[in-house]
């Protein structure tokens, strides 16, 4: 039979309105932003993600920017959630959690190493329960070893790695590491869990069984470095070529000629096509040995142009180059908006946007859930399609142990 145009235009419509992790269920014991950031991506592809929080709630709920007392920032590493808030010290809410993990498929947790097997929480304790469970803890410095139960944030191991070091011996002139603010590790480490999930639930699928995954924010750090780490083992060459930004007129531009075609180009960009016969330039390694003095003398004709103009002329010719550019800027950039790279989404205080994850599937959905849950917004359904009654629920709340 001979598909016509029209249906597998309507088939791929059909399969996009499905997630690749519809049927997941996700019980989330994430705060902060590693974890949640690895849950927010499980919830985008289709999972039933259940943050599970404490009666105070997720800190990052405190968090701004706000707007009417509810976080933005919360919002974006939340958004399609459900919320369970209560008491982890009661025996009862213990019990109930142990009910709830046996309907899941993967449980996600960035506490401290030991705090869930002083819940009862841990690998050991519910994988009799639910032998199929995935189980992903994401800590600083992992499981084991000598640092196990160090207390670690994002720019903690960003010193630890030697990242903080490595972009201070590319900072000629700096005689500290940058102060940090992007907080890479929790993104990085979270990305690192969302893939390790997905490669467990596929071997799942092949044995039936489901495993610890014992994630390492450091030794996700540690692996982003990978000329660094080679570099240190192998000492002694000369110093790797540093893409520096390029001032223009009214801010700055970032060009990157690495290849020798993108060197040819270049040199027609800027009116120089006399370079190429420079003996500082002949050959990549001539360039490289001479890579400062080749973007000084580029930066000679960006200065004389806005990094707009700088821009679109280099581009024109065939150089890879981007102006800097501010975030707000990217908010309504063409290129995003033409990938749908941003969802719109509301909580309580109205609609704001957030990032989608930087992949697009041909027969799934991909996208931000527009749903951000308020503390324990669905902690009694929860229990209660779990098959605990209302008058159970209401004690629970009574005492305390359930907002």
């Given amino acids: 039979m001979v598909r016509q145009a029209g249906e597998d235009m309507a088939e791929e419509s059909k399969a996009a309105t499905v997630g690749a992790l519809d049927g997941v269920r996700v019980l989330d014991f994430t705060s902060v932003m590693a974890g949640p950031f690895a849950t927010r991506m499980l919830a985008d592809l289709g999972a039933?993600?259940?943050k599970v929080e404490s009666l105070e709630g997720d800190q990052v709920r405190a968090r701004p920017p706000k707007r009417d007392g509810f976080s933005a920032y919360f919002g974006n590493l939340n958004a399609g959630k459900q919320s369970i808030a209560c008491n982890l010290k009661s025996p009862e809410i213990i019990a109930l959690i142990k009910q709830l993990v046996a309907t899941c498929d993967v449980l996600v947790e960035n506490f401290r190493p030991g705090v869930m097997a002083r819940f009862g929480l841990d690998f050991a304790a519910l994988r009799e329960a639910?032998?199929?469970?995935?189980?992903?803890?994401?800590?600083g410095y992992g499981q084991t070893g000598p640092k196990a139960l160090s207390p670690a944030y994002a720019p903690v191991i960003h010193a630890a790695s030697g990242f903080d070091m490595v972009?201070?011996?590319?900072?000629?002139?700096a005689d500290r590491p940058a102060t940090s603010g992007v907080f890479i590790a929790d993104v990085l480490g979270g990305t690192h869990a969302f893939g390790a999930i997905q490669a467990a639930l596929y071997q799942r699928e092949?044995?039936?069984?489901?495993?610890?995954?014992?994630?390492?924010?450091?030794?996700?750090?540690?692996?982003?470095l990978v000329f660094e780490t080679q570099e240190a083992q192998f000492p002694g060459d000369a110093r790797r070529p540093l893409y520096t930004p390029l001032?223009?007129?009214?801010?700055?531009?970032?060009?990157?000629?690495?290849?020798?075609?993108?060197?040819?180009?270049l040199t027609d960009a800027v009116g120089h096509p006399e370079w190429r016969d420079d003996p500082r330039f002949l050959t990549n390694a001539d360039r490289n040995a001479n890579w400062a003095t080749l973007l000084a003398l580029t930066e000679e004709w960006t200065?004389?142009?806005?990094?707009?103009?700088?821009?679109?002329?280099?581009?024109?010719?065939?150089?890879?180059?981007?102006?800097?550019?501010?975030?707000?800027?990217?908010l309504d950039d063409p290129q995003l908006a033409s990938r749908g790279a941003f969802a719109q989404i509301s909580d309580g205080a109205g609609s704001f946007k957030v990032p989608n994850p930087p992949f697009r599937m041909s027969g799934s959905r991909v996208e931000a859930r527009n749903h951000v849950a308020r503390l324990g917004e669905e902690g009694a359904d929860i229990l209660t399609k779990l098959?605990?009654?209302e008058s159970a629920v209401a004690a629970l709340r009574a005492r305390g142990d359930l907002l």
């Fill in 167 to 173: 972009n201070l011996r590319y900072q000629d002139g």
């Fill in 130 to 139: 639910n032998p199929r469970l995935i189980y992903c803890s994401i800590s």
């Fill in 48 to 50: 039933d993600v259940i």
């Fill in 206 to 224: 092949k044995t039936g069984a489901g495993q610890h995954i014992d994630l390492s924010m450091l030794e996700a750090m540690v692996g982003m």
């Fill in 303 to 330: 200065l004389e142009r806005s990094a707009e103009e700088a821009e679109a002329i280099l581009s024109r010719h065939g150089v890879p180059c981007g102006r800097y550019r501010e975030i707000d800027e990217l």
């Fill in 387 to 389: 098959g605990v009654d």
């Fill in 247 to 265: 001032k223009t007129n009214d801010g700055f531009i970032m060009v990157a000629p690495t290849s020798p075609r993108n060197f040819e180009q």
